[in-house]
């Protein structure tokens, strides 16, 4: 019978045995078949295993020696549905349970473990949810059948499943779909459940991956229209992961949950309120925020008259400053992203930046023969490149489909992105491939149009981008709390608030900052986005103001409508595709001209800005005593002092006239 559409079975294997010891004869086990089965039903993950029969008569259940390794033998005859009492149809397997009648060789044994229960099952039958596993001891390799044994969270242990088939590593790759495993410290056959160290990698690549059940119930179809279900579940999994199984964190209150987050996540260190008003940052004045307008994007005509005859760039930084203020048009980007991403130095030659597309060729295609030519029985031996390949696969058949670039079947821009993303893994074995890379790579191969140029600007945003998507996630702990501090800063009441609600982490952001917003915003938008934020303008980690300005957007909703966790979840993730890129953009660039007008600005914000600070004395220091003030970074200062020549009515530009600068001098320093 066909399985409900509620159930359904994603692992199967017969012939896995349970070895009972028989009460007369102490150095036989009795050996019971049966059928393990991993089934997914609605929101749960279920493991079950029971007899292959469980009315099988325990004086023919076969005896082995317990020291034995030897292969037992028997015969199997087709399968046949099992005989089913009214009892036995109001159970979920009922629906899709096939038995598997095994005939054994006969050998006496009485009082055999294989008794049954008053509703006909046996009592060596099991099933529990994924999410009470708390870990899986293996058999040492070599030692006779392999075997598994389950401990619940309850410290239950169930009996030893031996697979006299083989094949036990299959089970754990399917669990794998749905919990984190990883070696114990203390014991390498003890695998943990949802361990510290990958929990947190896991989670990011659940806001991206196919759906799942259970726990981890990651991201139904795509998301851009992903459930708040969904999205709300995977960050509970978070919290559940960095939990882990220690019995003392189960029944933490939310309200412990900012210590504890701070000891499992060794560097996430971000003020928790200790109760609603409390202020860990004293209040800042950082004066009014000034208008911001944008300006058109950069025309061919103003790239080319900023060219020497031989090709060179002949003022880098006035040309980051105009792309910074208007990005560019779209016919000039397959040019100017090559400088912006690093492929191309600013101040090479024409000359020079074709002998370097040619070395660059040679080099790629080498790294690309060397998958190319590995043979299918090289790939069965090299587990991690054939799960690089699995993964690059799946990921890329869903990969902006519904751009023209990439829509369709056998679309060679599909093609294009495997075999770039697949020549990646030689670049970078140890890193290969991680699920939101192929998010980085479509735009930029969109507007190459070329496979090597493509290629190398992605190795360039992958230097950027590398610290994100490495197994410990150093680069996402570190912007969270950055992100953290800036905006702290700016409106101390609204992260007060989301502290009041379990957000005060801003998981919620997890995804902006993974893969730059490329979900956020339409396909469009993001090109002028990435563009924008290549610059290097105004300052620092620009982006993250990007993300201030976005919260501060939203902040009136979620306060006023009392938002809880879930909802701000929710709120957060359907803002895709319905954010106004140049809006958002005009704000950040406010916010960092008002910080950086500010003459108090703490000193961790000038770290995350990328300012310095420089010990002076001032006529209002009480003590003599040197006191910091704010030196801006090299970015900053460019920006702050660039002269920017204005377009006269007759479309020529005026070097006499200059658009008024927000500071003239580098340093800030206190009236």
Not at 113 to 121: F, P, Q, R, S, Y
Not at 440 to 455: G, I, Q, T
Request: aromatic letters at 10%; hydrophobic letters at 35%; proline letters at 3%.
């Amino acid at each position: 019978m066909a399985a409900p559409a509620s159930s359904k079975v994603v692992y199967e294997q017969e012939g896995v045995f349970i070895h009972s010891s028989c009460a007369k004869n102490d150095d036989q086990d009795s050996i019971i078949s049966g059928v393990l089965r991993v089934i997914e039903k609605e929101a749960e993950v279920i493991v079950d295993w029971r007899p292959s029969d469980d009315t099988l008569d325990s004086s023919n259940i076969l005896c082995a020696g317990k020291d034995s390794s030897s292969v037992v033998e028997w015969t199997q005859t087709p399968k046949e549905k099992s005989p089913r009492g009214l009892d036995h149809q109001n159970n979920y397997e009922a629906e899709w349970d096939m038995v598997n009648t095994v005939s054994f060789k006969k050998k006496s044994c009485s009082n055999g473990d294989a008794t049954t229960h008053a509703n006909g099952e046996s009592k060596w039958s099991f099933r529990f949810s994924l999410t009470d596993l708390k870990s899986i001891k293996q058999n040492k390799e070599g030692m006779g059948w392999s075997y598994l044994v389950f401990c619940l969270k309850d410290d239950v242990i169930l009996p030893a499943l031996h697979f006299h088939h083989g094949d036990s590593k299959l089970l754990i790759e399917s669990l794998e779909k749905y919990v984190v495993l990883c070696e114990s410290p203390q014991d390498k056959r003890i695998l943990l459940v949802n361990c510290q160290n990958k929990s947190l990698s896991q989670s990011f690549e659940n806001l991206l991956d196919e759906p799942t059940y259970g726990l981890i119930q990651k991201l139904k179809k795509d998301p851009y229209t992903a459930t708040m279900g969904g999205f709300s579940k995977v960050t509970n999994y978070i919290f559940d992961s960095l939990r882990g199984s220690d019995p003392s964190t189960q029944q933490r209150p939310p309200s412990e949950m900012a210590d504890f987050l701070s000891d499992a996540i060794p560097g996430l260190k971000i003020n928790q309120q200790e109760e609603p008003g409390f202020e860990v940052i004293t209040r800042i004045d950082l004066g009014k925020r000034p208008d911001v307008i944008r300006r058109e994007p950069v025309s061919a005509e103003e790239w080319t008259k900023n060219m020497d005859s031989e090709g060179r760039i002949l003022d880098a930084d006035f040309i980051k400053h105009l792309i910074f203020k208007g990005g560019l048009c779209h016919a000039l980007r397959k040019e100017v992203w090559k400088f912006l991403l690093g492929y191309f130095p600013w101040h090479s030659t024409r000359e020079e930046r074709t002998n370097l597309q040619k070395r660059k060729t040679d080099e790629y295609f080498r790294m690309k023969l060397q998958w190319k030519s590995v043979s299918d029985e090289q790939e069965k031996r090299n587990s991690r490149l054939r799960d690089y390949k699995s993964l690059i696969e799946k990921d890329v058949n869903r990969t902006d489909r519904t751009n023209k670039f990439y829509e369709g079947q056998d679309n060679p821009g599909l093609i294009l992105l495997h075999d770039i993303l697949m020549t990646y893994c030689m670049y970078d074995f140890d890193l290969g491939y991680v699920q939101g890379m192929s998010d980085l790579l479509s735009p930029v191969l969109y507007v190459m149009e070329n496979e090597v140029d493509a290629f190398w600007c992605f190795v360039s945003y992958m230097d950027q981008m590398h610290e994100n998507f490495e197994e410990q996630m150093q680069g996402m702990k570190t912007q969270l709390i950055q992100l953290s501090t800036l905006l702290r800063l700016l409106d101390s009441g609204f992260c007060s608030y989301l502290e009041s609600q379990d957000s005060g982490y801003l998981y919620f952001c997890f995804r902006w900052l993974l893969i730059r917003f490329k979900r956020e915003f339409s396909f469009q938008d993001i090109l002028r986005l990435w563009e924008v934020m290549w610059t290097e303008l105004p300052c620092q980690n620009f982006h993250l103001l990007i993300c201030c300005a976005i919260l501060e957007s939203e902040k009136q909703q979620i306060m006023d409508k009392h938002y809880g966790f879930n909802e701000i979840l929710k709120h957060i993730n359907e803002l895709s595709m319905k954010i106004d890129v140049e809006d958002i953009l005009c704000k950040a660039e406010a916010i960092s001209i008002q910080m950086m007008n500010c003459k108090e600005l703490p000193q961790a914000v000038c770290e995350v800005l990328g300012m310095e600070t420089s010990a002076v004395t001032t006529p209002d220091s009480d003590t003599g005593e040197d006191e910091s003030v704010t030196v801006m970074s090299r970015s900053a200062s460019t920006y702050q002092n660039i002269s920017m020549p204005v377009t006269a009515a007759n479309g020529t530009r005026d070097n006499a006239q200059h658009m008024a600068v927000t500071h003239s001098a580098q340093r800030l320093t206190p009236t």
